[in-house]
């Protein structure tokens, strides 16, 4: 096997990193997390001439290596460790044009690290629209580096960056700056104290928080001399290695780079000064969030009825073509059904993610943040949280991972606990099946009472996020630093490539990781409804045909009475029996009782759950509606489904914590059971609550 | 005179003096925020907070209390 070369992609946001990994890997990529926490960890494979293959990990974007996020912890973890798998052998740090300045910081500091580093100037396209010039060949000198200058867009210098990997061997080691400059006296005990280590690499283990390897961190502990300066002092002089770092930076780009300002072109504030505007700037985001929201519904409804009814079909096909028998029974109640139910998700989870992509590369969502955060600081949130918000409306477990950038603990810990209110598309089939229920098709103003049914749901969802965030904000007492700096990028198109590659590595992540839980709930559900135990199940056939025997009913109606019966004795039912008193004030029956607690699997199980508890042969929607609409309720008479019961259902599962994956990647993300815990008995209890007043007050 | 940052209005334009305050996060310095470099107010959100600025060409947002422990020397336009 020839060797690989191991290749990491460092650099700021916003430089087009992922746009440089993407043109080297194609869809040649997989995304994985990192062992133990849920950071994404991207890498893929880059074919090098002769046959050589470079292994390519896309590190997380971070401005510099002293760390202050989840995020950033990854990159200076696998930088210090030579032990781990991933280590590169050549560290390729992607710049942007543009913001040449800011981006050679952290390229002096991997520089310092001695590890061999290509500079990759990206967006080159654009220095004609910018005015600027290079003096490569003097940059190369001063920077100690190669350099390829790349264009994603225009398909340029990809070839020169991966020769360069090829013959990586060839690149100096050299460090740019000399850290004992800072402060001679402290960084010269340092090197006596370890004259075997690398000094930048004991002064990142001093200053920073992170998790080295444990040996380095005892041994620089034992050496006691090192620590005695005060948290205060490091800071300072980490002050001075930054003004230190930037003195360099400067001098070395007062000749190789030339700007031409009056050439220079920057329509950016322009721009802002409307799009970030106290009035326009809230105006536009309203009408942005209102134009997705529509697409959404509009643009899916077409493929998800199409996908209903080819998972029908498709059902009723294997029913009747295959051997009869218990695999077929399987594979036509609960398999297919269950696939169906991931399936049908897939339109709006992927435009969901188109849009929120979109917005994300273009640039504009560092605008809503700076729009939305004193608003959310109210309610003890930061504007960084109207992400995960947003993305909340698609799916909490994203939308949590999406909170890692958020600087403060109190502030991330609280946009994780509430995010989970915020209607997920997940709560939209039931909400879809019930409003149909038990909602009048009238109109008010135009607009139809189901359509407002739905948009005050999603409604209640985000006031109980916001409002639960104000209390938190009140009860936890958690001190954190918390401070807030943004960058407002310059705008961009999205590339397709780009955005194409999002959604369908994020769809992908939603089907395979929700659909298991799905498909394997519905399996054991099919199981459960179809075994009982003892002589009332096994015998349902003559219990019942004796019951019935002079009432004369068609071989349809008896084949139906020993289904419901059989049904009734299994295990399922027993289940549904013995949970039947908890739910009854609510307005229940012990069907739906069982529905509600599969749906703690997840909850867009309910309605397929329905679907094979009331034993509807095909899926569609009609059939199961119908269904329901005849659902008798034992004790009150009178349709089980009605506005009462029907609305306590609904507020049930708009406050209920029905997510077993959120849960668990809540537990990930906050390294405790106790959060996650306190959501689901917080969340729940509530929702218990207002659904038994709606149920008790409406009847 | 010295001033902070946070009393910058829409349209001036500053030089930045001092950034030594332990209130500072070393990510602002990392962006750019370092004496000598000019800043100007592209925007500012409700209730002045935040504040959108441009630091010598890197475009960020910060909060009022961050800005409070910059000391910034006004500046005219030429």
């Not at chain 1, 869809?27 to 390519?56: D, F, M, S, W």
């Not at chain 1, 225009?154 to 100096?172: C, M, P, V």
């Not at chain 1, 075997?196 to 040996?215: C, E, H, P, R």
Request: charged share 20%; hydrophobic share 45%.
């Amino acid at each position: 096997m020839s060797k690989q070369i191991n290749v990491a992609l460092i650099g700021n946001p916003n430089t087009g990193k992922t746009s440089v990994f993407n043109a080297l890997t194609g869809l040649n990529q997989k995304v994985g997390n990192y062992p133990g926490i849920t950071v994404e960890k991207k890498e893929g494979i880059c074919k090098l001439p002769r046959g050589v293959k470079a292994h390519i990990i896309d590190l997380p974007g971070t401005y510099s290596l002293n760390a202050s996020s989840l995020d950033e912890n990854v990159v200076i973890e696998l930088l210090l460790n030579k032990n781990d798998k991933d280590f590169p052998d050549v560290a390729v740090v992607v710049s942007d044009v543009e913001n040449l300045k800011r981006n050679l910081l952290l390229y002096t500091q991997i520089k310092d690290l001695e590890i061999p580093t290509i500079l990759v100037i990206n967006m080159a396209d654009r220095m004609d629209y910018k005015g600027i010039s290079l003096d490569l060949n003097y940059l190369e000198e001063r920077l100690k580096t190669k350099i390829a200058l790349v264009s994603t867009r225009k398909k340029q210098g990809i070839d020169r960056l991966k020769s360069l990997i090829t013959n990586y061997k060839e690149l100096s080691i050299n460090h740019c700056i000399d850290l004992s400059e800072i402060d001679k006296n402290y960084f010269e005990n340092l090197k006596t104290a370890f004259p075997n280590q690398l000094l930048y690499k004991l002064w990142l283990v001093i200053t920073q928080d992170v998790n080295f390897g444990k040996a380095d961190r005892n041994e620089i502990d034992a050496v006691t001399n090192f620590k005695t300066k005060s948290k205060a002092d490091l800071k300072r002089l980490q002050q001075k290695e930054t003004i230190k770092r930037y003195q360099f930076i400067n001098d070395v780009l007062k000749k190789g780079q030339t700007i031409d300002i009056a050439s220079a072109k920057d329509l950016r504030m322009q721009f802002d000064r409307i799009i970030t505007h106290k009035i326009w700037g809230y105006l536009i985001f309203f009408v942005i969030l209102l134009t997705i929201f529509q697409a959404i519904y509009d643009w899916s409804s077409v493929p998800m009825d199409f996908i209903d009814k080819t998972f029908a079909v498709l059902s009723e096909w294997t029913k009747t073509q295959l051997p009869k028998g218990a695999f077929t029974n399987l594979l036509a109640e609960g398999v297919i059904p269950g696939l169906g139910g991931i399936i049908i998700f897939i339109p709006q989870i992927a435009f969901l993610f188109l849009f929120i992509s979109v917005l994300e590369e273009s640039g504009y969502m560092s605008r809503v943040v700076f729009l939305m955060d004193r608003i959310m600081r109210r309610f003890g949130l930061s504007g960084k949280s109207i992400v995960p918000l947003i993305s909340g409306t698609a799916c909490a477990i994203p939308a949590i991972m999406a909170t890692r950038n958020i600087e403060s603990w109190k502030e991330r810990l609280i946009t994780i606990l509430v995010t989970p209110f915020i209607t997920c598309s997940a709560r939209l089939p039931v909400y879809l099946i019930i409003i149909s229920l038990v909602i009048p098709e009238g109109r008010i103003f135009g607009l139809g009472y189901q359509a407002l049914t739905l948009m005050f749901l999603y409604l209640i969802g985000f006031l109980a996020a916001i409002i639960s965030a104000y209390i938190l904000n009140r009860v936890l007492k958690i001190k954190s630093k918390t401070f807030f700096v943004v960058e407002m990028p310059n705008y961009k198109l999205p590339l397709i490539k780009n955005v194409a590659i999002t959604v369908l590595e994020k769809t992908k992540a939603f089907v395979f990781g929700a659909g298991k839980i799905i498909l394997a709930i519905s399996i054991v559900l099919w199981f459960l409804a179809s075994y009982g135990p003892g002589e009332n199940f096994n015998d349902a056939e003559t219990i019942t045909k004796k019951e019935y025997a002079n009432q004369n009913l068609s071989a349809e109606e008896l084949h139906q009475k020993i289904a419901s019966h059989k049904l009734e004795h299994s295990y399922i039912g027993l289940t549904g029996r013995a949970i039947e008193p908890a739910i009854r004030p609510l307005g229940y029956d012990w069907k739906i009782g069982i529905a509600i607690v599969s749906s703690f699997a997840a909850r867009e199980v309910f309605v397929g759950t329905l679907a094979t508890i009331y034993s509807v042969g095909s899926d569609q929607e009609e059939t199961i509606k119908n269904r329901m609409a005849g659902e008798i309720n034992p004790i009150l008479g009178g349709p089980l489904f009605n506005f009462a019961s029907g609305i306590s259902l609904l507020l049930f599962y708009a406050f209920a914590m029905q997510c077993m994956s959120t849960l668990a990647v809540v537990k990930k993300e906050t390294n405790s059971w106790k959060w996650p815990a306190l959501q689901l008995i917080i969340m729940s209890g509530f929702a218990y609550i207002v659904a038994l007043i709606a149920f008790q007050v409406l009847k | 005179m010295e001033d902070n940052l946070a009393n910058l209005k829409r349209g001036e334009r500053c030089v930045i003096t001092d950034v030594s305050s332990i209130h500072i996060p070393l990510k602002l310095l990392e962006m750019g925020c370092l004496p000598g470099n000019y800043v100007e107010l592209v925007q500012v959100a409700p209730f002045q907070d935040p504040m959108y600025l441009n630091i010598n060409g890197t475009h960020l947002a910060i909060r009022k209390e961050t800005a409070i422990h910059i000391l910034i020397k006004k500046i005219a336009y030429e």
